[in-house]
């Protein structure tokens, strides 16, 4: 990897709060208080799905274009102009628009967060990260993702829980929207506020900045990133373990459906879940950099295939709910893990500095396609199948994507292990 200066802490601190605050509406907020937007937007689970699936569509498009923009334009400038765009559909967010805007919005977030953002976000953790510190660099990266976003959980929880005038049970459909509206737009200036920082201290010196900036990307030049073996590997890690990902926001909802919680107690689990994260991100960053990134990321996929098979089989009923949180932990390791390693082989499988935002680009093209068809499939089978069935199925799902994942990590291993 070519060598630039050292970055400072604060850079990869400030990736941290740009990474997870621009998810916050279009994401976190759904996963958190799942229960809480079906109800407020008056959706089921299959719409919900449908906005995921627009917003993945508008998604890939950009994935496509906005890698080699990351290549030639400096992070600092995409990042917060990303924030900010991003927040401004939060104010729209707040007015609970019919379906068909909604989807409209899920698309314009697709556009924001990821045309502008995505590619940018990555290739800057790498530059962080230099010759020795990648799984560190995106370990953190992804851990602090996941603090930030438990952070802004909690924070939505309480806001909710305070201007929630009745008991939680009883509470009208009038006096949760009432609530939910203020945990958006706290959201949404909190976006504002990073968008800010990061416009005014996420600065590098012209030598490195010009170091990692191409002028112009030509055809050769894409050519050379897709003849490379990572590249096409790491489509397939990829779209498995983001299934993995996109599964867990459905927690939540199990322990409403199954767990039979209220939807305090059930945002409380998707909350929990966003804490798990940072401790998985953090220890397994360390542990991948004193050994082998490739080996710990094959790993996490077994862990994850073994969570999944807790809750397929069944065997978690209301009653169990040691099992229920020990399954919780299980799953949250492996998927964490995965997202947390799968960009840190990147420099392990030979993709040049100067092209990570084009190469970013191609492999999240095909990597990233969870966010089209993941939403619809588990939405369907939950409203088909009612109850604990429809959540088996879910994680029979998340099973079989946990073992081609595994595979094509196994490989991966085996391919660059010298």
Not at 15 to 28: D, M, R, Y
Not at 114 to 125: E, G, P, Q, S, Y
Not at 197 to 218: G, H
């Given at each position: 990897m070519e060598q630039l200066q050292k970055a400072p802490w604060?850079?990869?601190?400030?990736?941290?709060?740009?990474?997870?605050?621009?998810?916050?509406?279009?994401?976190?907020l759904p996963r958190v208080f799942r229960p809480t937007v079906l109800d407020v937007f008056?959706?089921?689970?299959?719409?919900?799905?449908?906005?995921f699936s627009v917003y993945g569509v508008v998604a890939l498009v950009s994935y496509l274009f906005g890698g080699p923009l990351a290549d030639?334009?400096?992070?600092?400038?995409?990042?917060?102009?990303?924030?900010?765009?991003?927040?401004?559909?939060?104010?729209?967010?707040?007015?609970?628009?019919?379906?068909?805007v909604l989807k409209?919005?899920?698309?314009?977030?697709?556009?924001?967060?990821?045309?502008?953002?995505?590619?940018?976000?990555?290739?800057?953790?790498?530059?962080?990260?230099g010759t020795s510190s990648q799984g560190k660099a995106f370990g953190f990266l992804d851990g602090g993702r996941g603090l930030v976003g438990a952070l802004f959980g909690t924070m939505g929880v309480l806001v909710f829980s305070v201007f929630i005038t009745s008991?939680?049970?009883?509470?009208?459909?009038?006096?949760?929207?009432?609530?939910?509206?203020?945990?958006?737009?706290?959201?949404?200036?909190?976006?504002?506020?990073?968008?800010?920082?990061?416009?005014?201290?996420?600065?590098?010196?012209?030598?490195?900045?010009?170091?990692?900036?191409?002028?112009?990307?030509?055809?050769?030049?894409?050519?050379?990133?897709?003849?490379?073996?990572?590249?096409?590997?790491?489509?397939?890690?990829i779209l498995c373990a983001y299934v993995g990902y996109k599964i867990t926001d459905i927690l939540s909802l199990y322990a409403q459906d199954v767990m039979l919680y209220d939807q305090v107690q059930s945002a409380q689990i998707g909350t929990l879940l966003l804490f798990v994260r940072?401790?998985?991100?953090?220890?397994?960053?360390?542990?991948?950099?004193?050994?082998?990134t490739t080996y710990w990321l094959m790993v996490s996929f077994v862990i994850s295939f073994i969570g999944a098979l807790l809750f397929a089989t069944g065997i978690i009923l209301s009653s169990s709910t040691f099992l229920f949180f020990m399954s919780i932990m299980v799953v949250a390791t492996g998927v964490y893990a995965a997202r947390s390693l799968y960009f840190s082989v990147m420099?392990?499988?030979?993709?040049?500095?100067?092209?990570?935002?084009?190469?970013?680009?191609?492999?999240?093209?095909?990597?990233?396609?969870?966010?089209?068809?993941?939403?619809?499939?588990?939405?369907?089978?939950?409203?088909?199948?009612?109850?604990?069935?429809?959540?088996?199925?879910?994680?029979?799902?998340?099973?079989?994507?946990?073992?081609v994942g595994g595979i094509a990590a196994w490989y991966y291993f085996k391919l660059y292990k010298k």
């Open positions: 604060y850079y990869l601190v400030l990736l941290i709060l740009a990474g997870e605050s621009v998810f916050i509406l279009p994401f976190v008056t959706l089921d689970n299959t719409q919900l799905g449908l906005c030639k334009l400096p992070p600092r400038k995409l990042i917060a102009t990303a924030l900010w765009m991003t927040a401004l559909g939060g104010v729209v967010y707040a007015t609970f628009p019919s379906y068909f409209v919005l899920y698309g314009y977030w697709g556009f924001t967060t990821i045309f502008l953002f995505w590619a940018a976000m990555i290739k800057a953790t790498r530059v962080w990260g008991e939680i049970a009883e509470a009208t459909l009038t006096e949760s929207r009432a609530a939910f509206r203020y945990v958006i737009l706290v959201s949404t200036g909190i976006v504002v506020a990073v968008g800010f920082l990061v416009w005014f201290f996420l600065r590098m010196d012209k030598t490195s900045e010009s170091a990692i900036i191409l002028d112009k990307i030509t055809v050769s030049q894409i050519k050379e990133v897709i003849k490379l073996p990572a590249v096409s590997l790491l489509m397939v890690i940072p401790i998985v991100g953090v220890v397994i960053g360390i542990l991948a950099d004193r050994s082998q420099q392990r499988g030979r993709i040049p500095l100067v092209l990570t935002g084009t190469a970013v680009g191609l492999i999240s093209l095909v990597g990233y396609t969870p966010d089209i068809f993941a939403g619809p499939a588990m939405g369907y089978l939950l409203d088909a199948y009612p109850g604990a069935t429809g959540h088996q199925y879910v994680f029979w799902m998340l099973a079989v994507f946990s073992l």
